[in-house]
């Protein structure tokens, strides 16, 4: 028998199938690598990253990604670490960020978007302790994360007098949602679990904060200035392809680049499943993007 084809199929053997779309349960329980290191930006339990460097000398271009989880204190970093190891693979640095959530002390309105630009503006202090290049990072964040990672890249639009105003954020070269919710206000008008965990995040519905929305909304904050990657799977039942839909029309309005990039078959914990198809879109978006 051909060497090539024995190969082949001892690895079709012994490779598990994964049945699509994958469950919470399949992403949870997985194996989790390690990161490189596990650095405070704050004073706070909920206030640190995972750093995870790639083999070589560096400069690496740098992926801040943001977990998802509905913004609850029940779901944390943990489950982003196979993506983010994926990505370091890759030649991405990776600062995968925790941050304080509905549950925590101090999470929600402002707290948890207080986190998400602290602890995305520590890259530079990063910078001064690892080879990261600054010049060249990208925002990339799960559900309720790809919620802050379009959140952070749209924040430099907040007049000065808003309460989630930073002087001189982080500017990306561009971000990759992974069925993120880009649309908060719409996004909280629905039945499901996530969908009524944004009521405690923003501390009310949009009538009864408006300011908040307006603030932390980033379908209000266009045009983000960057190229924008929406990857989202088709079979998703938590953050519907609507969202997606929703935000790429109001970006092109705006004039932002953006593309959907839908993923037939998959749902919505596979685009952070390495194995996925999805995931391999998204991982691709943020390689192009950093390029030189």
Known sequence: MNALLTA?????????????????????????????????????????????????????????????????SEYDIGYMARAAADLSRRGMAVWSLEYRRVGDAGGGWPGTFRDAAAGADHVRELAGRFPLDTGRIALSGHSAGGHLALWLAGRHNLPESAPLYSKTPIRPLGVVALAGIADLGDYSQGSGGCNRAVEPLMGGMPAGVPDRYAQADPIRLLPLGVPLRLVQGE???????????RMAEAAARAGDRVDIMPIPGEGHFDVVDPGSRSWQAAADALEEILSP
């Open 235 to 245: 079979l998703d039942p938590i953050v519907p392809t609507e969202q997606a839909r």
């Open 8 to 72: 082949a199929l001892l690895t079709a053997c012994t490779t598990p199938r994964v049945d699509r779309p994958v469950s919470w349960t399949t992403v949870s329980e997985a194996p989790r690598p390690v990161a490189s290191h596990r650095i405070h930006y704050g004073e706070g339990p909920e206030q640190f990253g995972e750093l995870w460097l790639p083999d070589g000398a560096g400069p690496f271009p740098v992926v801040v990604l943001i977990h998802g989880g509905c913004w609850l």
